[in-house]
Each structure stands twice: as structure tokens, then as C-alpha cells.
């Protein structure tokens, strides 16, 4: 069956589909209506309620799956869902929420054999205890959680995806470039958004916790690295380096980066994040697209709008 983000614009659509977010509006009239964002195995697509009762409110929940009819419009470059009718699902319609949940494209039993031989390669024994204790802390939301709420890798064990996908990268990178330190860049990678695990709040309709919105991943896992410093003994420069690599992974300061790289990994750190980052939106936007035409604006890639040509397949 075909799945949501598959639908062009002036198809009609009769799906049943999981809730992931809602958001309460009011029309320059005072009339009510609700901004629903739906999702599927395929991706999400966001629609409106209009004239949303309180009854409405109380059915339409996050988490909630719906039957849902309506037709695929075009708003500001992105595809739209006008909704016609919807229900909530029937117990006897015999869904559950895992069915239209987007989840990695390897297991996790692939994914955490990936990322303990990169553990093992680790020659510094501080940077590989440090870096094995918080894995092991958090190894089950590490392996469950999406890496964001929007933009890239938004699915569920997302995050765990994302450091294998970048740990690929940093292996290659190692090779061409022999004298960065393999064990720094594997740790980074490993670490740098492992505080999400704190900052969000699970796999499905996630959002921000309120640690997560006070102190953010960043901070969370400096803390963290510190405590675990602590726990096993550990002093010394690699410490301080390892908080650095996080501090410092979102490049800029107006991209959320307490510091900005001062360390040759630490930007290798930061590009890496960035490649993989738009890598995932640019693959899962395009895989949308037929050749010879341009996807919707991508608001992360500075609202572009990216063109297939007629020779992909």
C-alpha cells in the first residue's frame, strides 16, 4: 500500500494514518482549528482541521491513529493534506502504532555490533572506557531514539543510524588523512549527540523534555563525560578534549556551538555531522521525487528546493 509522502499533489487519499503532532491555532476570525502532523512507514505530511471542536481536540491526540480522506494539496512549496473526513481507528481495524512508524534501514543488532568494533579499535584506554561507559549507560534509548524531532534522521533509532553512518565516514576519512587521531573522531561521534537521549523524549511523537529545553544535549553530555571521568578515575587532557568535541560539534555559535572547533578533529567532527545530516534529508526528500522534477523546499537546506535529474534512476 502506498504510504503518505508517496501521494502527488491533486490525488486523493484514504489512508489510515498515526498522529504524530498537534498544535492548536485560531483563524483572523476567532474560529479554532488544528495543525496535524501525520505520519506513516513512508514519512510524515502536515494537514488542517478546520472548525476543530473540543471533541476533536480530545480524539485527535498525538500518538492516536486515524482513518483520514482528503486530498493532496500544494502550500508555500509543500505538500499539504486538505482533510475531508477523519475518525479515530477502530480497535477492531487491528493497528498498531509500530505499523506506520519510519524505523532505520539496518537492524540494531547490526547497528551495536557496528559501533562496539569501533570501540574496540580505540588504542587510548581513557578515550575507550569513557566513551564504553556511556554507551553502556544509555545503550537501549541510544539504540530506540530518532538524532532530531525534525530535519534528519527523525526516526526511530535514528541517532543510533546516524553514528554508524558517521562512523563509516570517519573511518574514511581517517584513512586519507592519517594524522588525525582515529580514537578522538570515534569518540566524538559516539558522543556528540548522545545527550539526546535526555534532551528528547522517546522514539515516538517525540519532543523536548524539559531538561532538554533548559540545558540542551550539548551541555547534558559534557556533564556526562565529566561523571563518568569520575566514576571509572579517569584524569587527564583526553577529559577535557572529549567535552571539547562536544562543545564545539555544532561549528558556530548561531548553529548552538558553546565553542567553536579549535581542535583538527573537533572539525573534522563538525563537517562530518554536517554531511551526514544533509546526506539523510537530501536522500529521503528526493526519494520522493520523480526524475525531471524538483522536490518541495527543504527548510533545513535553506528552503531549497532540489531537482532530480532525468538520468537517476
Known sequence: MKGITHYDVGET??????????????????????????????????????????????????ETIVKVAGDIQSYRGRSQLKIKKIRPAASSDGFKISDFLETAPLSIEEMIEKITQYIFEMQNPNIQRITRHLLNKYQKPFLEYPAATKNHHEFVSGLAFH????????????????????????????????????ELSGPTSTTYTIEGN????????????????????IEGEEVMVLKHLVLSHHGKAEWGSPKPPLIKEAEMLHYIDNVD??????????????????????FALDNRSFYKPIFHK
Open 13 to 62: 487519499i484514504e489512508l489510515y494514518l498515526l498522529i504524530k503532532q498537534v498544535t492548536k491555532g485560531t483563524t483572523n476570525t476567532g474560529k479554532p482549528f488544528l495543525t496535524i502532523i501525520f505520519q506513516d512507514k513512508s514519512g510524515e505530511m502536515e494537514a488542517k482541521l478546520w472548525d476543530a471542536s473540543e471533541t476533536d481536540e480530545k480524539n485527535f491526540q498525538p
Open 163 to 198: 553514528v554508524v553512518s558517521m562512523l563509516d565516514l570517519s573511518k574514511a576519512i581517517g584513512t586519507l588523512y592519517p594524522s588525525l587521531d582515529r580514537d578522538l573522531l570515534y569518540a566524538g561521534v559516539i558522543l556528540h549527540d548522545l545527550g539526546k537521549v535526555m
Open 214 to 233: 533548559l540545558l540542551g544535549h550539548i551541555t547534558i553530555m559534557v556533564n556526562e563525560i565529566g561523571k563518568a571521568a569520575d566514576e571509572l578515575g
Open 277 to 298: 545530516a544533509k546526506m539523510n534529508m537530501l536522500d529521503r526528500t528526493l526519494k520522493r521525487v520523480k526524475p525531471g522534477e524538483f522536490s518541495e523546499r527543504v
